[in-house]
């Protein structure tokens, strides 16, 4: 079945460095979504990618859809201790109205 | 509009006992999704409707699981009988559209068997 992966699984950065997570569809992907979830919390939409190659930034965050719509990346630049939490993609399943998850990137900043 | 609304926010419940949690999607929101978060496992779609009607529910991981939405405000997901390997976070989502609409999650029921 389709999958969606994610590396690293886990990343711990010094306040001030950047990350990056990368997201893998095993499927050509009509959308990737990107969510947010703080420790403790529920996942929160961040963005949504549609075009082959397309670039959006939101502050310090900066997103990407692969030209074969199948990758995807987070960018986080001068990391912050409020950035801290899992950061998940995820894809539409094929003609299912329901979202794929990836395990999603577990962010830890050292202040 | 408040948002996905879930209850309870956590549960502790002796194995063998039935569960049941709820959820208030959005008003509005065609789509309601179950799903269950375990750091082994990740987040799992369990179940998902479409104005009020199950479309697939090969997530839901057995027979002592069921879900149900009498209507367009109100959805519930039981568990009878509950096992510890049952304890998770167990979140409803909501989207207005398939496909393109992004989720809106609520807060979480956080399940403890024991």
């Known amino acids: 079945g389709q999958q969606v992966m994610q590396i690293p699984q886990y990343q711990h950065v010094q306040e001030g460095e950047d990350f990056t997570t990368y997201c893998n569809s095993s499927?050509?992907?009509?959308?990737i979504q990107w969510y947010k979830q703080r420790p403790g919390g529920h996942p929160v939409f961040l963005i949504q990618l549609v075009k082959s190659g397309e670039v959006k930034k939101q502050k310090r965050l900066t997103f990407q859809f692969g030209e074969a719509k199948k990758n995807s990346s987070l960018h986080i630049t001068a990391t912050q201790t409020t950035d801290v939490g899992t950061y998940f993609c995820a894809g539409p399943s094929g003609s299912q109205g329901n979202l794929i998850f990836g395990k999603g990137t577990k962010l830890s900043v050292k202040p | 509009d408040a948002g996905v609304i879930q209850s309870p926010r956590h549960e502790v419940t002796e194995m063998g006992q039935e569960v049941t949690l709820r959820c208030k999607p959005i008003?509005?929101?065609?789509?309601l999704f179950w799903y269950r978060q375990t750091m082994m496992r990740g987040l799992e779609l369990l179940i998902y409707?479409?104005?009020?009607?199950?479309?697939?529910d090969s997530g839901m991981p057995e027979d002592r699981f069921s879900a149900k939405m009498p209507n367009a405000s109100f959805s519930t997901l039981k568990i009878q009988p509950s096992e510890p390997r049952d304890s998770a976070v167990y979140f409803c989502?909501?989207?207005?559209?398939?496909?393109?609409?992004?989720?809106?999650f609520g807060q979480g029921t956080r399940l403890t068997v024991v």
């Open positions: 008003s509005g929101h065609d789509y």
């Open positions: 989502a909501s989207s207005p559209r398939r496909q393109s609409g992004e989720a809106f």
């Open positions: 409707f479409n104005n009020n009607v199950p479309i697939d």
């Open positions: 499927t050509t992907l009509s959308n």
